[in-house]
């Protein structure tokens, strides 16, 4: 598990101050996957229209919405 590490938001030339990580997993860590598909498996049965997709791969999750504007969408 994570402790004593820090990381920054960037934005354009916005750099923030130190936010510290207290939890979670390293990356690459060996349990990543195993974690990943024990706490995510629910969110990739979410969509259940034709149109919609969800797509999971290692520790990365995309929802996708198919139409043929953006208010057909959502």
């Not at 629910?42 to 791969?57: F, S």
Request: glycine share 6%.
């Amino acid at each position: 598990l994570l402790k004593d590490r820090q990381t920054h938001l960037r934005f354009d030339n916005y750099i923030s101050d130190p936010i510290p990580i207290n939890n979670g997993i390293r990356q690459g860590d060996l349990l990543s996957m195993l974690i990943y598909l024990i706490y995510n498996t629910d969110l990739l049965q979410i969509p259940d229209r034709e149109e919609e997709e969800a797509l999971g791969y290692v520790d990365n999750a995309c929802f996708i919405t198919f139409g043929k504007d953006f208010e057909s969408t959502t």
